[in-house]
């Protein structure tokens, strides 16, 4: 049987395997793909334009989307 851990929003009891809170629907994987695309499109607008600057702000939307897909989970 899976271990259960409280949803961060509505505090109800679930599985840690789950991706999105039966409850509530609390998904923080779609949250941070969201996110971390726009910051990631946002930096390559930027980095034609302030080189440096976009690029740093390209690699941070590519660390949302990165932990969007590997990590986020409603109960860490």
Same mark, same amino acid.
Do not use: K, Q
């Given at each position: 049987m899976a271990d259960r851990e409280e949803?961060? !929003?509505c505090r109800a009891? =679930?599985?840690t395997e789950l991706r999105e809170c039966p409850e509530?629907?609390?998904?923080p994987r779609r949250t941070l !793909? !969201?996110?971390?695309? &726009?910051?990631f499109l946002l930096g390559l607008v930027l980095s034609?334009?302030?080189g440096t600057f976009g690029v740093a702000i390209v690699? =941070?939307? &590519?660390l949302f989307v990165g932990s969007g897909?590997?990590?986020a989970k409603p109960t860490r």
């Open positions: 949803c961060r !929003l009891e =679930i599985s509530c629907g609390y998904n !793909l !969201l996110v971390g695309g &726009a910051v034609g334009v302030v690699i =941070i939307g &590519a897909l590997f990590y």
